[in-house]
């Protein structure tokens, strides 16, 4: 039996080097374990929001935000001072030419209207005037004419017969030269009188053009004065939509002072802004997307505001004439001005810090999606959401796109908790 004990004893003498062995070993591995994930971070996956790199064509888009704006608009204002009595229709109503907005009321128009009325009477009725009294004098110089006309007519006759008693004695010499010289008397008379009638008719005939002038200035001012009194009943102009009415009831306004705005409905632009970093890429002739929640409207951008608000460009997005239902003046819309295509480039997702032409880290995870590493990254151009990789990143890598700026660590480990 003593023999048999100390065999059992050398054997496990025998064992204790390897069990050494595999404890040193066990310990090593989670030394390097322990050294390697010292600094790593435990976050939750359900936190973090993750881009793969992909390939392929990518179009460069700015996006923007805006309004709708009529193309065509009226701005209404008052002509004369006047108080609102009326109001006919509010913003958002649809309106043709002779829509009645707004009426209002000054007695004094009403008054002037009446003085310029009863003074056009006054001048209409001293033009009848005149053409009687002118008519009165030509009759009367008819008169005058006709019987000079008579008495050359009857010397005419006697000089004729004295003509031929003359020779015979029976008319003497002197009563025939008596006779000759009251004919061209007469004959000289009836043919300054026919002048005098003529250049009378010509006076007569300017006596009534000055009249006629004195009345077509006073109709000009009654039609000045109607045409005040008329603009007292605001009408819009032109078919549209009520955009903006800018009186309440009872209000005194003063002459320019504005009423309402009119814009057309079917001619509409997009006004939208755009940073003031991206506004360079912008071009006109370039193509634009507007979304109005409901449809989507390609447009072309068509002018470029030079004065940058608030850190902002606008840019005005020429629409086509065939607009969707959705489509009204000042509606809020979305658009994507597409600057270029990019062709066959490594892009991925925007990281909330990401920004185009410069470098970043970012954590790229590994082959089991369990562990992230940060690594320096160089992004290319911009595309909307999208980002070009131009160094750090290969097709299929998964990087984490959440702000993680906070964090010192250049490993994460990821969780599914």
Same mark, same amino acid.
């Given at each position: ?44 996956? =359900? ?15 700015? &996006? ?12 209404? =204002? =008052? ?18 030419? $002779? ?26 009725? !001293? ?13 009367? &110089? ?61 006076? !007569? ?29 605001? #009408? ?21 002072? &504005? ?74 819309? $979305? ?10 480039? =490594? ?5 909330? !810090? ?27 151009? &911009? ?24 964090? #010192? !660590? ?8």
């Amino acid at each position: 039996m003593d023999v048999k004990k100390s065999k059992v004893k050398q054997s496990k003498l025998k064992s204790m080097p390897v069990i050494g062995g595999l404890a040193f070993c066990l310990l090593a591995a989670l030394t390097w374990y322990v050294s390697i994930h010292a600094g790593a971070t435990t976050v939750k996956r =359900t936190d973090m929001l993750f881009g793969t790199v992909k390939k392929g064509d990518l179009q460069v888009e700015i &996006e923007g935000y805006g309004a709708l704006r009529s193309d065509k608009q009226l701005l209404i =204002t =008052t002509l004369t001072s006047a108080t609102v009595q009326e109001i006919v229709l509010k913003p958002g109503a649809l309106v043709t030419k $002779d829509s009645i907005i707004v009426q209002l009321a000054n007695p004094e128009l009403q008054q002037q209207v009446d003085n310029a009325n009863q003074e056009l009477s006054q001048r209409k009725a !001293n033009l009848r005037q005149l053409k009687l009294n002118q008519q009165r004098e030509i009759l009367n &110089e008819s008169g005058s004419f006709a019987e000079m006309e008579a008495r050359y007519e009857t010397a005419k006759v006697k000089l004729e017969a004295q003509s031929g008693l003359v020779k015979s004695g029976i008319v003497s010499a002197l009563d025939y030269k008596d006779s000759l010289v009251q004919e061209a008397q007469l004959k000289k008379r009836m043919n300054i009188h026919k002048q005098r009638t003529v250049a009378l008719k010509l006076v !007569n005939q300017e006596a009534i053009n000055i009249q006629l002038e004195q009345i077509k200035q006073q109709q000009g001012q009654l039609n000045i004065a109607q045409n005040r009194l008329d603009r007292l009943t605001v #009408k819009a102009g032109f078919s549209g939509v009520l955009q903006r009415l800018s009186v309440e009831l009872g209000q005194s306004l003063a002459a320019g002072q &504005e009423i309402a705005l009119i814009g057309s409905v079917q001619d509409l632009i997009a006004l939208v802004r755009v940073p003031q970093s991206k506004a360079q890429q912008i071009f006109i002739g370039q193509k634009a997307i507007i979304d109005t929640r409901r449809d989507k409207i390609i447009g072309t951008v068509s002018r470029i505001d030079p004065v940058v608000v608030e850190n902002t460009v606008e840019v005005e997005i020429a629409l086509p004439k065939q607009l969707p239902s959705s489509a009204r003046p000042q509606l809020s819309v $979305d658009a994507v001005i597409i600057t270029e295509t990019l062709t066959n480039i =490594t892009y991925m997702e925007r990281p909330v !810090n990401g920004r185009a032409n410069s470098s970043s880290s970012l954590f790229r995870l590994d082959d089991s999606h369990d562990y992230a590493m940060r690594i320096p990254v160089k992004f290319g151009k &911009e595309a909307g959401r999208y980002i070009e990789i131009i160094e750090g990143g290969k097709v299929n890598d998964t990087f984490i796109v959440s702000d993680l700026s906070l964090l #010192k !660590n250049s490993e994460l480990t990821i969780e599914n908790f």
